[in-house]
Each structure stands twice: as structure tokens, then as C-alpha cells.
């Protein structure tokens, strides 16, 4: 009769889910997975036990207790799970003892949650998405008083509709000519246009050079004009 294993690790684990912290709140997955014939074999359910393997992998360094109560707890399941098809397809090694270094060194990183923050040299860091404010602050043409603005800002609370309405206003009110005179001299500062409520101005849009010639000639009298009785 074969051995049961005090404990188990992830395959090639240390090669993918390489951190400078343990206890991270997420894990890498690779779409090289599928594209594994040996992972593809394998049945939905088993496939999904690897993936929460990977999860409880990466808080225990690793060194996963082979025991059927305790896998069933941290991979919240409902029944013991059967791991023979991933044991077998190497996914899964077994492993005859706990190494006293590891398990200590677990022990002490668990015990304080630390946010992973490294990635790898060819992965890049995921884009912070942008708020309402920062899009409101990239169409604003004077950057000044950023903190005082986002105070404004947060006082204001503008839904979705007074963000349209706001950001309208300021692709009309660039071509005032108040804010075009002088390089923008006299354009608000962000803070002092939100707490104003300026976007309810009413402005008289800056007419383009031939726009204007075009618009005098229709109220220049012709000679033909003129001639008629």
C-alpha cells in the first residue's frame, strides 16, 4: 500500500508565483495553462481544485497539509476533495515531511497580511483607473491648487450628469476671450471655478476670424442694393 504524504506542493510553483511578500491577495495565472495538454485533460472540477491549490499555495509557502479535513475548510468546500488525477498528471508532489525552516518562516509571514506590490520585469503594472476628478482636472487649462480643488471637488459631489454638464462648460469656456486673453492670465483657479459654480456662466463664444468677415459682409449694403428703387 502506497504511503499518504504528510503534505504537498504545487508544481513549478516558485518559477510562477514568485514573491518578495508572503500572504498576498492575489495570484499569477498564465495563459500558457491552456494550452497545456496535460491541464486540459483534466475534468472541470479538478482543473478548479488546482486553481484554489494555487490560492492556499501561496499562504503556506508551498507546503500544503495533506489532510482531507483541513483542505476541505481552506478550499471552502463542501466534501474531501480527491486530488489522485492532479497527483498523477504531476501538478500536485508529494512530499514525505514539513521542512521546520519553511513552516517557521510561514508561520511568521502569515502572521502579518502584507499587499503584494512586485512584478515581474516583462509583466507591467496594472493602469490606476481614472476618477471623475482627475478627468475633470486633465480638461482643466489651469493647473494650479490641485489639492484645494479635489477639496472642491468632494464638497460638490457631482454625479454622472453634472460631469457632463461641467466638462461642456469648460470646452466653451476655453474659447472666452477672458481665458484666452493675456495666455490664460486670468483663467480661476480649479477651486475658486468649482466653489463659484462657474459652469453656470452664460458666454458669448469667440467667433473664428472668417466666421466674423463672413457674418459683417451680411450686413454691408451692396451697390446693388442700393440702386434698387
Known amino acids: ?8 506542493s504545487i508544481k513549478n510553483f516558485e518559477r510562477f508565483q514568485h514573491y518578495k511578500t ?23 472540477i479538478h482543473r478548479s481544485y488546482y486553481m ?4 492556499v499555495a501561496s499562504r503556506q509557502n508551498n507546503i500544503i497539509r495533506n489532510d482531507g479535513d483541513y483542505l476541505t475548510k481552506v478550499m471552502r468546500l463542501s466534501e474531501q476533495p480527491d486530488l489522485t488525477p492532479l497527483f498523477n498528471a504531476g501538478f500536485l508532489l508529494a512530499s514525505r515531511k514539513h521542512h521546520a525552516s519553511k513552516v517557521l518562516a510561514t508561520c511568521k509571514q502569515n502572521a502579518r497580511p502584507e499587499r503584494e506590490t ?17 478627468t475633470f482636472w486633465t480638461a482643466y487649462p489651469r493647473k494650479l491648487g490641485k489639492a484645494d480643488a479635489l477639496k472642491a471637488w468632494k464638497k460638490l459631489q457631482p454625479d454622472a450628469a453634472l460631469l457632463d454638464v461641467i ?21 480661476p483657479h480649479p477651486a ?22 463672413n457674418l459683417s459682409k451680411l450686413h454691408t449694403p451692396t451697390n446693388n442694393l442700393d440702386s434698387e428703387p
Not at 30 to 36: F, G, H, R, S, T
Not at 52 to 55: A, D, G, S
Open 52 to 55: 484554489m491549490l494555487l490560492l
Open 118 to 134: 512586485e512584478y515581474s520585469e516583462t509583466e507591467k503594472k496594472p493602469p490606476t483607473p481614472l476618477t471623475d476628478f482627475d
Open 192 to 213: 475658486s471655478w468649482l466653489n463659484g459654480q462657474r459652469w453656470q456662466d452664460e458666454l458669448t463664444p469667440t467667433l473664428p476670424p472668417r466666421t466674423a468677415r
Open 22 to 44: 508572503r500572504n498576498p491577495p492575489w495570484i499569477k495565472l498564465y495563459y500558457a495553462l491552456l494550452d497545456d495538454p496535460e491541464f486540459v485533460a483534466l475534468s472541470t
Open 1 to 8: 500500500m502506497a504511503s499518504i504524504p504528510l503534505s504537498f
Open 167 to 187: 466638462l461642456k462648460a469648460l470646452t466653451l469656456t476655453k474659447q472666452s476671450p477672458a481665458w484666452l486673453k493675456d495666455n490664460g492670465q486670468f483663467i
